[in-house]
T-cell receptor, first 115, second 117 residues
Framework: AQTVTQSQPEMSVQEAETVTLSCTYD???????LFWYKQPPSRQMILVIRQEAYKQQNATENRFSVNFQKAAKSFSLKISDSQLGDAAMYFCAYRAQGGSEKLVFGKGTKLTVNP | GAGVSQTPSNKVTEKGKYVELRCDPI?????LYWYRQSLGQGPEFLIYFQGTGAADDSGLPNDRFFAVRPEGSVSTLKIQRTERGDSAVYLC???????????????FGEGSRLTVL
């Protein structure tokens, strides 16, 4: 079974600085998607960024970028120029192609942004 | 509506009671998922529908939990004989047909917080 591990329960960063959140996963599949979701206190999961496993180029979305290391099964999220609104729970998630295509989540990292 | 809608937003019930939680997915989304999120944890998969049928119910914890999607749109998660351990946020998500070549993204609602006293 696929598993996702987030080893940092909590992280903090100063406003305008950069922070990296770690994620590793375990799978025997070759085709899959990886995601970072943000969950503010409103509870709604919001997609931050996604990566297709067949793409070697790391995904970027404005201030958010990933470091995808397929052989190492690592998928870290870098947030640049952190803003107060970035404070939230961040979940790394894996989704295989085929089968039930369900998302498998890590336990999350709580990010605090200090002014 | 534009997004995934879940009702009720909050539900408080007593141990042993029956509860229904409703999910209205984004129009046109054929896939629908239910997740359970306990305090301080990531969401855990419960069940996945493709159209009207449950394609994967491997995450349902026991036979007190059941979900339906009779017309391939709205889904109801049903919990019988509720226990205190069922207290959690129940999240619903939907996605459009055709994962391959698509974004792979799931679109989530704001969840229903269930508290069993």
């Amino acid at each position: 079974a696929q598993t996702v591990t987030q080893s940092q329960p909590e992280m903090s960063v100063q406003e305008a600085e950069t922070v990296t959140l770690s994620c590793t996963y375990d799978t025997s599949e070759s085709d899959y998607y990886l995601f970072w979701y943000k969950q503010p206190p409103s509870r709604q999961m919001i997609l931050v960024i996604r990566q297709e496993a067949y793409k070697q180029q790391n995904a970027t979305e404005n201030r958010f970028s990933v470091n995808f290391q397929k052989a190492a099964k690592s998928f870290s999220l870098k947030i640049s120029d952190s803003q107060l609104g970035d404070a939230a729970m961040y979940f790394c998630a894996y989704r295989a192609q085929g089968g039930s295509e369900k998302l498998v989540f890590g336990k999350g990292t709580k990010l605090t942004v200090n002014p | 509506g534009a997004g995934v809608s879940q009702t009720p937003s909050n539900k408080v019930t007593e141990k042993g009671k029956y509860v229904e939680l409703r999910c209205d997915p984004i129009s046109g989304h054929t896939a629908l998922y239910w997740y359970r999120q306990s305090l301080g944890q990531g969401p855990e998969f419960l069940i996945y529908f493709q159209g009207t049928g449950a394609a994967d119910d491997s995450g349902l914890p026991n036979d007190r939990f059941f979900a339906v999607r009779p017309e391939g749109s709205v889904s109801t998660l049903k919990i019988q004989r509720t226990e205190r351990g069922d207290s959690a946020v129940y999240l619903c998500a939907s996605s459009p047909p055709g994962l391959a070549g698509g974004s792979g993204e799931l679109f989530f609602g704001e969840g229903s917080r269930l508290t069993v006293l």
